[in-house]
């Protein structure tokens, strides 16, 4: 993995160099430049849109208390592509901007949950069942005895206010415009 990092922080300005010296020779200096300049306008407005989207739609899975894994995915996916739409190149601007397609990012999530369905020691749990590697599931926790241990406290759905503890006087923070 070192090795790829390493390669990959060769090869990238490598390409970005010799694509700028390709466009650049085919549109002019100056055309060049601003297209690099509307790439990053255009991927910071995408950015902040599908950002917003996908802060709402997790806080919205939190509120129906399912754990918002793809919204999380998808967060990673836009960080690393407005990350890739800010550093100047066309071949990361393309990779970036293909992040910003829901589709890519789907694709991308099942082909990563399968090469970890793969791995010898991923184990996961869903709804209280462990799925193997090899896709036979087994009821119960981690610990594979099927007791979940943990602490609760009653909250009537009417009066009280789900993220209000017994020490904590103040609500949390709402997320949105």
């Given at each position: 993995?070192?090795?790829?990092?390493?390669?990959?922080?060769?090869?990238v300005p490598?390409?970005e160099?010799?694509?700028?010296?390709?466009?650049?020779?085919?549109?002019?200096?100056w055309?060049?430049?601003?297209?690099v300049?509307?790439?990053a306008?255009?991927?910071t407005w995408?950015?902040?849109?599908?950002g917003?989207?996908?802060?709402?739609s997790?806080?919205?899975?939190?509120?129906?208390?399912?754990?918002p894994?793809?919204?999380?995915?998808?967060?990673v996916?836009?960080?690393?592509?407005?990350?890739?739409?800010?550093?100047?190149?066309?071949?990361?601007?393309a990779?970036g901007?293909?992040l910003?397609?829901?589709?890519v990012?789907?694709?991308?999530?099942a082909?990563?949950w399968s090469v970890?369905?793969?791995?010898?020691?991923?184990?996961?749990?869903?709804?209280g069942?462990?799925i193997h590697?090899?896709g036979h599931r087994?009821?119960?926790g981690?610990?594979?005895?099927g007791?979940i241990?943990?602490?609760?406290?009653?909250?009537?759905?009417?009066?009280?206010s789900?993220?209000?503890s017994?020490?904590?006087?103040?609500?949390?923070?709402?997320?949105?415009?």
């Amino acid at each position: 993995m070192p090795l790829f990092i390493l390669g990959l922080f060769i090869a990238v300005p490598i390409i970005e160099i010799a694509v700028f010296i390709e466009v650049g020779g085919r549109i002019g200096l100056w055309n060049t430049i601003a297209v690099v300049i509307v790439t990053a306008m255009i991927g910071t407005w995408m950015l902040r849109a599908q950002g917003l989207k996908t802060l709402e739609s997790a806080r919205r899975s939190m509120e129906r208390q399912v754990f918002p894994a793809h919204e999380l995915f998808d967060g990673v996916c836009l960080l690393i592509a407005g990350v890739l739409l800010l550093t100047p190149g066309f071949v990361t601007d393309a990779f970036g901007f293909l992040l910003f397609m829901p589709p890519v990012r789907a694709g991308l999530r099942a082909w990563i949950w399968s090469v970890l369905r793969r791995r010898e020691g991923a184990r996961v749990w869903v709804h209280g069942e462990e799925i193997h590697t090899d896709g036979h599931r087994r009821p119960g926790g981690p610990a594979g005895s099927g007791t979940i241990d943990g602490d609760f406290r009653e909250i009537d759905p009417n009066t009280d206010s789900p993220w209000k503890s017994d020490t904590d006087d103040e609500q949390p923070p709402k997320l949105g415009r």
